[in-house]
């Protein structure tokens, strides 16, 4: 099982940034996907999560109406669309996958597969 997570970088405030996260080793297309961060000093966070599907998204408070989860089922890729980049966003993120259909997860603690983080800083 494999999630190489990509995409991330130095950002000004208010800029973006893509974060890809490509997947193998596992039936992706049956398998609920999260993104979650941790920041200096900080827990790892719930950040969004998306159904197999792609029919249901969520995300936190912290970030609704600023980034967005996607996903692309024949390329194995979850993606999240960050704008409106604020410097509290500076963390790692990391992908995971949750192999538990009946229920999308938002606690890092239900995820299965875990990718090894992108480093986002966020400039002031």
């Known amino acids: 099982v494999q999630l190489q997570a990509s995409g991330g970088g130095l950002v000004q405030a208010g800029g973006f940034l893509r974060l890809s996260c490509a997947a193998s080793?596992?039936?992706?297309?049956?398998?609920?996907m999260g993104w979650f961060r941790q920041g200096p000093g900080k827990e790892r966070e719930f950040v969004a999560a998306?159904?197999?599907?792609?029919?249901?998204?969520y995300y936190s408070e912290s970030v609704k109406g600023r980034f967005t989860i996607s996903r692309d089922n024949a390329k194995n890729t979850v993606y999240l669309q960050m704008n409106s980049l604020k410097p509290d966003d500076t963390a790692v993120y990391y992908c995971?996958?949750?192999?538990?259909?009946?229920?999308?997860?938002?606690?890092?603690?239900?995820?299965?597969?875990w990718g090894q983080g992108t480093l986002v800083t966020v400039s002031s």
């Open positions: 080793g596992f039936t992706f297309s049956a398998t609920n």
């Open positions: 998306i159904r197999w599907n792609g029919g249901s998204t």
């Open positions: 995971a996958g949750d192999l538990n259909l009946l229920k999308v997860e938002l606690s890092p603690t239900n995820y299965h597969y």
